[in-house]
C-alpha cells in the first residue's frame, strides 16, 4: 500500500509537496476507510480538490513520470535525455535545478521509502531505504555526485554494478534488469501495483477491459453487478469476437487499405443487454445494445474504467484517476469510491486516488477529513498541495467532523478554488 508521495520541482510544482494516505489520529467515519498493516494505519482512498489549472492533474503526471523513469530507465543510450524532466520554468532561481521524486509504501510487510533527483542529462541524486517491524529504517544505498555507495549487508545484489550505471540511469533499474531480488520486487511493484490512469482520455483502457470481460469469467460476473448496482438500465452483459468494423463513412481509398490490414483480424466487442416491454409495460424480451454504438458516453467510460478498476480489487493495487468524475453521474462516482472503502468488495485493500470537481462527495460523509486534499496556487503560480487536516482558521480552529465540507469549500473557506470576478 501506498503511504506516502512527494515531489518537488515538476511542472507547477516549485516546492516540495507530499500527498499523504497515513491515517491521522482522529476518531472518525466510516472506520472501513482505514486499515491497519502491522505498524501502519492506511487509509484506501483520497479525493483531490482544486480549481482548473491549480495543479491535480500536475500531481497524478509526477506520479507517472516517477513510475515512467523507474520502467524505462534502463532503456536509456548512455546519451539520452531524460524525457520526463519537466521542472517549473516560471522562477529563475530555479533554472536548471532537478526534480525530486520519493514514494514510501509497504512491500511484503516492510517499509519502503525509495527515491530520486533527475535532471535531462543524469540521475543526480538516488536512495532506497527500508524498515522492518519497529527497527530503526536501514539504508540500502546512497547516491549523490561522489557516486553510489551500497549496504553489502543489506543490498549485496547491487554489489560490482555501481561503477556499471550509466549517469542517465537509475541504479535500482539496473540492478533489477541484472537479477537483484529487492530490486525486481520494487520494480514489480511500479508495473503491477502503482497504476495512473487518465478518466478523460478512457478508450485507451477499452482493450484492457474488453480482454478481462471476455476472458474472465469471473471478471464478467463482478462488472455486471457492478454495473446493476449502479442501475445504468441493463441487466447482463455478452461478449463476442468480431470482425474488425470499418466505419462506412471513411473514404473508399482508406476503407481499402484499412480492410486489407485487418483482413482476418477480430476485436473484442461488449453488448449491453436490456428487457424490451409491450404497451402494458409487461416484460416481453431482450435486446442487446452495441456499447461503442448504442449507450451513453457515461456508461462507455465506466465500460472502459470497468476493467482497470476490477484489476485493482481483485489483486489489492493502488489506481491513481485523474478526473473520475468525467461523465459520470455524482452518485455514481461515489458507488466507485464505496468499492475501495468498503471491507466486502476491497479485502486485498487495494488503493484508489483521485482528483475531482464533485464536491457532492464532500456531503455524502463517504470521506474522513484525512482522505480529502486540496491543490492551490500561490500569487508566483506554484502549487501548494494540502489535507483538510492542515487548515487552521483565523481564529486557531480547524475543520471539524460535523462541519459541513461542501458548503465550507464552495464558500472558500478551505481554499482551492477559482476566483470568478464580475465587471
Not at 540521475?123 to 522492518?132: A, N, S, T
Not at 472502459?304 to 484489476?311: K, V, Y
Not at 468525467?326 to 458507488?335: D, N, Q, R, T
Request: hydrophobic letters at 35%; charged letters at 25%; aromatic letters at 10%.
Amino acid at each position: 500500500m501506498l503511504i506516502e508521495f512527494t515531489v518537488g520541482n515538476f511542472r507547477s510544482f516549485h516546492k516540495k509537496c507530499t500527498l499523504s494516505l497515513e491515517a491521522q489520529g482522529i476518531n472518525e467515519e466510516p472506520k472501513s476507510n482505514v486499515v491497519k498493516i502491522g505498524n501502519y494505519k492506511i487509509v484506501k482512498t483520497a479525493a483531490i480538490y482544486g480549481a482548473n489549472s491549480s495543479g491535480k492533474s500536475n500531481l497524478i503526471k509526477a506520479m507517472g513520470a516517477m513510475s515512467s523513469c523507474v520502467l524505462y530507465s534502463v532503456k536509456l543510450n548512455d546519451k539520452d535525455t531524460i524525457k520526463q524532466y519537466e521542472p517549473f520554468l516560471l522562477s529563475t532561481k530555479n533554472e536548471n535545478n532537478p526534480t525530486y521524486f520519493e514514494v514510501v509504501f509497504l512491500l511484503d510487510g516492510s517499509r519502503i521509502r525509495y527515491g530520486f533527483e533527475y535532471d535531462s542529462f543524469a540521475i543526480r541524486k538516488e536512495w532506497l531505504f527500508k524498515k522492518d517491524g519497529k527497527t530503526n529504517e536501514k539504508a540500502l544505498f546512497l547516491r549523490n555526485k561522489e557516486g553510489i555507495g551500497i549496504s553489502i549487508v543489506d543490498f549485496i545484489e547491487g554489489r560490482g554494478y555501481e561503477e556499471k550505471t550509466n549517469d542517465n540511469r537509475l541504479f535500482l533499474s539496473l540492478c533489477a534488469q541484472l537479477g537483484g531480488f529487492t530490486s525486481k520486487k520494487i520494480i514489480e511493484w511500479f508495473q503491477t501495483g502503482f497504476n495512473v490512469i487518465s478518466g478523460i482520455d478512457n478508450m485507451i483502457y477499452k482493450t484492457f477491459s474488453c480482454n478481462m470481460i471476455h476472458g474472465n469469467e469471473n471478471c464478467r460476473i463482478e462488472a455486471i453487478n457492478l454495473f446493476k448496482n449502479l442501475k445504468l438500465g441493463f441487466d447482463s452483459i455478452l461478449s463476442s469476437e468480431e470482425e474488425r468494423n470499418i466505419p462506412s463513412i471513411m473514404p473508399k481509398e482508406l476503407k481499402d487499405i484499412l480492410q486489407k490490414q485487418n483482413s482476418g483480424k477480430k476485436e473484442i466487442v461488449i453488448h449491453t443487454i436490456h428487457n424490451r416491454y409491450n404497451n402494458k409495460g409487461e416484460r416481453s424480451g431482450i435486446q442487446a445494445f452495441d456499447v461503442n454504438l448504442q449507450e451513453s458516453e457515461g456508461t462507455k467510460k465506466l465500460m472502459d474504467l470497468a476493467g482497470p478498476i476490477l484489476d485493482t480489487l481483485q489483486r489489492g493495487l493502488i489506481l491513481i484517476i485523474d478526473e473520475l468524475d468525467a461523465k459520470m453521474h455524482p452518485l455514481i462516482s461515489e458507488e466507485l469510491i464505496k468499492l475501495f472503502n468498503s471491507t466486502v468488495s476491497n479485502p486485498k485493500n487495494a488503493q484508489l486516488i483521485f482528483s475531482t470537481h464533485d464536491t457532492h462527495l464532500l456531503a455524502s460523509r463517504l470521506l474522513r477529513r484525512d482522505q480529502i486534499w486540496f491543490t492551490e496556487k500561490d500569487y508566483v503560480e506554484q502549487t501548494d498541495l494540502y489535507s483538510m487536516m492542515d487548515i487552521v482558521f483565523p481564529d486557531g480552529t480547524k475543520p471539524r467532523k460535523d462541519s459541513n465540507y461542501e458548503k465550507n469549500y464552495i464558500n472558500g473557506r478551505y481554499g482551492a478554488i477559482p476566483f470568478v470576478f464580475n465587471d
